[in-house]
Structures are given as structure tokens and as C-alpha cells.
């Protein structure tokens, strides 16, 4: 089965200053590629997803990521974070029968 | 709207009981699943079900039971035996098999074990 592993768990960065936050998969066939958001208070929400074709995936609120299969990576970025940007990030793999998430990254964009 | 309804939001239980966190969703999913979430760990499976009467065991299942009885309700029963039951729990669903598609999620169950 397919595991993932996120590198950063504690992020804090200055407003406006740029975010990528790693993602790493292991191998297990088909790869479906997920970064999903976990805002205070608010529920779990997909912010982009990989299937196949153009490895640079651009997602919701000026987030994008990257596929790149020689380094079984998915990583996430934004240019420019805002405050509103503080949150939990997961990366997360299908196994092919469950998603299959990292254990997160806990942003905090500071003023 | 269409989506997935947990509840309640909060709940407290005494220690040694049993509780049951529901599930329901309009989304004509087939596929249902519980996770886990606790600081630091991420979301762990705990059941999933690819189709109405029929479930499997996910990666923390251990003390925890599901039942599929209808497509659109999918509640999880925590046990006495589950040794650390406080925590949040999500449910989600998406079409069958899971490939090529997203997962939905609901809003959540924060379980506090007393």
C-alpha cells in the first residue's frame, strides 16, 4: 500500500513570504496525489489533486504543486501566504481502496 | 445540499461506555470511510466500505465497529475496548473504487472520553 511523508510538521512564516511544504509517496501502482486543508474550526477541503497528465497542478486560493515521479514528490506551494492561510495541511495517496494521509503540516502565517 | 452530515459535534462520554457517531450522506457515494485524527498523527483509517453491507477493517480498527446497512449511513461505534477514544473523528465518502476521485469529508465528531 501507499504511504506518504511530509516533511515539515511546525511551519510559521511572515505574511507574503513564499510556502512549500514537502510531500513524499511511496510507489504502489496507479498514484493519485491529494493535498487537502483543515482550516480552524473548519472541515477537511481539497485544495488540488493529481490523476495524470501536466505534473503542475494549480488548485484553489493560489495554491499549486508539483508532480515529479523520479522523486516520488508532490510538494505544494504558494507564492505569497496570507493570514488566512494558517491552517493544517495534509498530503494524501489512494491506496486504492482509502486515502492514505501524511501526518500534516501545521502553518502559521504571522502579520 | 448535497454532502456529508456528522453528529453530533461534540460529545462526552464516561469511561467504559459505549457511543455510537453518525454518518449519513446524499451524495450517492458508494463508498464510505471513518478516520481518526490526533495532533501530530495525521488521519488514520479505521473502517472503510465500498459498498452497502459490506466493510473492511483499515489500519486502526481495533476496538471500533461499523455497520453498512443502508448506502447513505455509515455510523462507527466506539467500544469500552478502545484503549484511547478521545479524539476527532471524520467521516468521508466518494464513488467506488476510490481511484481517480476525491474524497468528501464531513464537518467531524470531537469524542471526549471522561
Known amino acids: 500500500a501507499q504511504s506518504v511523508s511530509q516533511h515539515n510538521h511546525h511551519v510559521i512564516l511572515s505574511e507574503a513570504a513564499s510556502l512549500e511544504l514537502g510531500c513524499n509517496y511511496s510507489y504502489g501502482g496507479t498514484v493519485n496525489l491529494f493535498w487537502y486543508v483543515q482550516y480552524p474550526g473548519q472541515h477537511l477541503q481539497l485544495l488540488l489533486k493529481y490523476f495524470s497528465g501536466d505534473p503542475l497542478v494549480k488548485g484553489i486560493k493560489g495554491f499549486e504543486a508539483e508532480f515529479i515521479k523520479s522523486k516520488f514528490s508532490f510538494n505544494l506551494r504558494k507564492p505569497s501566504v496570507q493570514w488566512s492561510d494558517t491552517a493544517e495541511y495534509f498530503c494524501a495517496t489512494n491506496s486504492g481502496y482509502a486515502l492514505n494521509f501524511g501526518k500534516g503540516t501545521s502553518l502559521l502565517v504571522t502579520p | 445540499d448535497g454532502g456529508i452530515t456528522q453528529s453530533p459535534k461534540y460529545l462526552f462520554r464516561k469511561e467504559g461506555q459505549n457511543v455510537t457517531l453518525s454518518c449519513e450522506q446524499n451524495l450517492n457515494h458508494d463508498a464510505m470511510y471513518w478516520y481518526r485524527q490526533d495532533p501530530g498523527q495525521g488521519l488514520r483509517l479505521i473502517y472503510y466500505?465500498?459498498?452497502?453491507?459490506?466493510?473492511q477493517k483499515g489500519d486502526i480498527a481495533e476496538g471500533y465497529s461499523v455497520s453498512r446497512e443502508k448506502k447513505e449511513s455509515f455510523p462507527l461505534t466506539v467500544t469500552s475496548a478502545q484503549k484511547n477514544p478521545t479524539a476527532f473523528y471524520l467521516c468521508?465518502?466518494?464513488?467506488?473504487?476510490?481511484?481517480?476521485?476525491?474524497?468528501?469529508f464531513g464537518q467531524g465528531t470531537r469524542l471526549t472520553v471522561v
Open positions: 468521508a465518502s466518494s464513488i467506488s473504487p476510490p481511484v481517480n476521485t476525491e474524497a468528501f
Open positions: 466500505s465500498q459498498i452497502v453491507n459490506d466493510f
